[in-house]
């Protein structure tokens, strides 16, 4: 069974660091695009990062220089390091991946984590 797990959520104190992780499992033949999503509270889901599979990286104007996003494919790992958070920053975190599930296709499915909280105290 495929699966992104998520790992790394917590409380943080507005100025610190986190760093939260996401790793793809079960039977992949590949993975394309990664990415970090975030939903705050009483607020719709939206994008925080994209990376490509050949490294390319997309960030929301709110979390530009602050955060960064890479990925080791080696491992099927998305990672998110988050600098100078905010109060505002607090939100579910979730990643997201296109895999590749299919030995005899090509075609890639978008695939969920579960979310992992990101607290951010004042």
């Known amino acids: 069974q495929v699966q992104l797990v998520e790992s790394g959520g917590g409380l943080v104190q507005a100025g610190g660091s986190l760093r939260v992780s996401c790793a793809a499992s079960g039977s992949i033949y590949g993975v394309a695009a990664m990415g970090w999503y975030r939903q705050p509270p009483g607020k719709q889901r939206e994008l925080v990062a994209t990376?490509?599979?050949?490294?390319?990286?997309n960030y929301a104007d709110s979390v530009k220089g602050r955060f960064t996003i890479s990925r080791d494919n080696a491992k099927n790992t998305v990672y998110l390091q988050m600098s100078s958070l905010k109060p505002e920053d607090t939100a579910v975190y979730y990643c997201?991946?296109?895999?590749?599930?299919?030995?005899?296709?090509?075609?890639?499915?978008?695939?969920w984590g579960q979310g992992t909280q990101v607290t951010v105290s004042s």
């Open positions: 997201s991946a296109d895999l590749r599930t299919s030995a005899w296709s090509l075609v890639t499915y978008p695939y």
């Open positions: 990376i490509t599979s050949g490294g390319t990286t």
